[in-house]
């Protein structure tokens, strides 16, 4: 028997929004729109038409599920001009790069018909959601919680079934394309890890890698579906947000560990990102944790 058992470091970065179950009548539809996290939509009863741009419409009925990649310009409307149609939508977005490029390359921006697992394991999930959010017995933590477990065993359920489908299926990128935007995702990642002593931009990554920055920016977006900026950005957004949970920093230490050239800047940038000023995001967190130094600690979040 092993005597030491290595626990993973986990960072899910999981975030849902925009999730709703809606019954609409016949002839309506939804504005264009595109948002940097994918999309689950599932069709409870009548039809859907969907457009992507750059891609033929997709009209598809009760069962059928279709998730949409982060990036896709597209719009919603009902098939019928007379007929009611429900469904569940709901955008998350998670940490995992891996998961992301593998979910584009065979799973985004085609209908998936009722009989596919992946459509009836998207479809409990769903229902899953809807019963927890309407669930008066649960309190807001709770709710979030049951949630929060919905969506990583719909996850771990989709890293099972890509295992079978990246085998048999034709990704719109190449394996050169995939390789190139996990360097450059290695190195954002570094970079931001390390922007207090050495700040940098895509422009430098893109130099290193002896490309272009047009090149860059395109292979990113194609492989993981967001653009490299809100990549850096979220990255950014992770470790403020890490930092400030610590007392002994103050504020305006963690601007300058975010390579943030002034106090004014980083609280502009924080609370473009989060809605709320570095000050209120650390009033509103409390202090959670019970270490007295992140160097004494152990660990790292």
């Known amino acids: 028997m092993k005597k030491f058992v290595s ?46 741009k750059g891609l033929a419409p997709m009209t598809y009925g009760p069962g059928n599920v279709l998730i949409i990649s982060p990036g896709s310009l597209h719009t919603n409307r009902n098939a019928s001009k007379d007929k009611e149609l429900t469904y569940i939508c709901f955008h998350f977005n998670f940490e995992s790069l891996r998961l992301k490029s593998a979910m584009i390359a065979t799973l985004a921006n085609t209908v998936i018909p009722s009989d ?14 809807v019963k927890f959010s309407k669930d008066v017995s649960l309190t807001e933590e709770q709710t ?40 450059m995702a290695t190195r954002i990642e570094d970079g931001v890890e390390n922007i207090e002593n050495a700040p940098f931009s895509f422009g430098d990554i893109c130099d290193e890698l002896d490309i272009s920055t047009g090149y860059g920016h395109r292979t990113f977006h194609k492989v993981y579906g967001v653009t490299p900026l809100h990549f850096i950005e979220e990255k950014k957004f992770r470790k403020a947000k890490l930092l400030l949970g610590y007392a002994e920093y103050s504020v305006e230490e963690v601007a300058f560990m975010l390579g943030s050239s002034t106090l004014s800047n980083f609280s502009k940038q924080f609370k473009k990102w989060s809605g709320m000023t570095p000050s209120n995001y650390r009033k ?15 660990y790292f979040e």
């Open 7 to 52: 626990i993973p470091m986990i960072e899910s970065g999981l975030y849902v929004f925009g999730g709703h179950m809606h019954t609409v009548p016949g002839g309506w539809s939804f504005f264009e729109q595109k948002h940097q996290a994918f999309e689950l939509m599932c069709l409870l009863k009548g039809q859907q038409t969907t457009e992507i």
């Open 284 to 298: 509103q967190i409390g202090r959670k944790r019970s270490v007295r130094s992140v160097a004494q600690s152990g």
């Open 144 to 183: 979030n919680l049951k949630i929060q477990i919905s969506l990583l065993t719909y996850l771990y359920h989709l890293t099972q079934e890509l295992t079978t489908l990246s085998s048999d299926h034709q990704a719109h990128f190449t394996e050169r394309e995939a390789k190139l935007a996990r360097k």
């Open 116 to 129: 596919n697992p992946i459509a009836k394991i998207s479809m409990q999930t769903a229902l899953e959601i």
